[in-house]
């Protein structure tokens, strides 16, 4: 198998490092970028030149633009691009402060959009490559509490689709991975919160309560690098891919409520147009 070279997002932690272990084991190259890239010492320490550490903060515009720029440079092309940097709100949508709000769409959003961007043009010249956003079953679907991070991983669901159609032709794919539950530090330090509403009070106690039983047993972050790896060497990648057992389920729920409700509408659409 030909050796490929990655640009991964986010590698501190989380999936982010789990797939770039599993990328370096198997010999390829990535270009890991971190807020902090001393969190990658002990992967240079065991993998060398295969690995290179780039420290950024997605939400910069021209930092994303430099960092992709270095790591073309060093390896020479880059054949997948993970945007996998990102963070969950928590938070009712009225305790969402603006800043909050923007502060999530600036780096699940904005930073896909940016790193995106910047590697266009090389992915372009080379007349290949692969990108993968990293959204989740709540970019296609939605539950209470957490409103700011689904808004921002619709959105990068409608472009990344879009986006889709229009590098086809330049032999570039695109993937949206949509992982359901995973132990990884999402929900935890990882994650952000507003303060909440004392009116709010019952229902997050509910909410907390639901959000456990819809996610069950997490998945192992580990276990998932090898259908991550499986994604990128098909000949012909899906647009879109669950990680995990719950959001098949979920989708098929969520899409059969839309398609039942649209039908019983339909009548009413068909007045609109007189």
């Given at each position: 198998m030909t050796t490929k070279t990655w640009f991964?997002?986010?590698?501190?932690?989380?999936f982010g490092r789990e797939w770039t272990i599993a990328a370096l084991e198997r010999g390829d190259r990535v270009a890991a970028t971190a807020r902090d890239t001393s969190t990658l010492d002990d992967l240079v320490q065991k993998y060398g030149d295969a690995l290179l550490p780039i420290r950024l903060d997605v939400t910069d515009r021209d930092a994303d633009f430099a960092a992709v720029r270095q790591a073309h440079e060093h390896f020479g092309r880059l054949d997948v691009v993970v945007n996998n940097a990102g963070y969950g709100h928590f938070g009712f949508v009225e305790e969402l402060t603006e800043q909050e709000f923007r502060d999530q769409m600036e780096t699940n959003v904005f930073g896909a959009m940016w790193v995106t961007q910047a590697a266009l043009p090389f992915l372009r010249e080379q007349g290949s490559g692969h990108i993968l956003q990293v959204s989740s079953i709540g970019g296609i679907s939605a539950f209470p509490l957490v409103g700011a991070y689904h808004a921002s991983k619709w959105a990068l669901?409608?472009?990344?689709?879009?986006?889709?159609?229009?590098?086809?032709?330049?032999?570039?794919?695109?993937?949206?991975?949509?992982?359901?539950?995973?132990?990884?530090?999402?929900?935890?330090?990882?994650?952000?919160r507003s303060a909440e509403l004392p009116a709010y009070a019952e229902l997050h106690e509910k909410t907390?309560?639901?959000?456990?039983?819809?996610?069950?047993?997490?998945?192992?972050?580990?276990?998932?690098?090898?259908a991550v790896l499986a994604i990128v060497d098909a000949e012909e990648p899906p647009l879109r891919a669950f990680l995990g057992s719950a959001p098949l389920g979920i989708a098929k729920a969520d899409y059969a409520s839309r398609i039942a409700s649209w039908e019983q509408w339909q009548p009413n659409a068909e007045l609109a147009q007189g």
């Open positions: 991964i997002t986010g590698a501190s932690r989380g669901e409608g472009f990344s689709q879009a986006l889709s159609q229009e590098v086809a032709d330049f032999g570039i794919h695109v993937t949206l991975i949509e992982p359901g539950g995973f132990a990884t530090d999402w929900g935890g330090s990882s994650s952000k907390v309560e639901a959000r456990k039983k819809r996610v069950g047993t997490p998945g192992d972050p580990t276990a998932s690098a090898a």
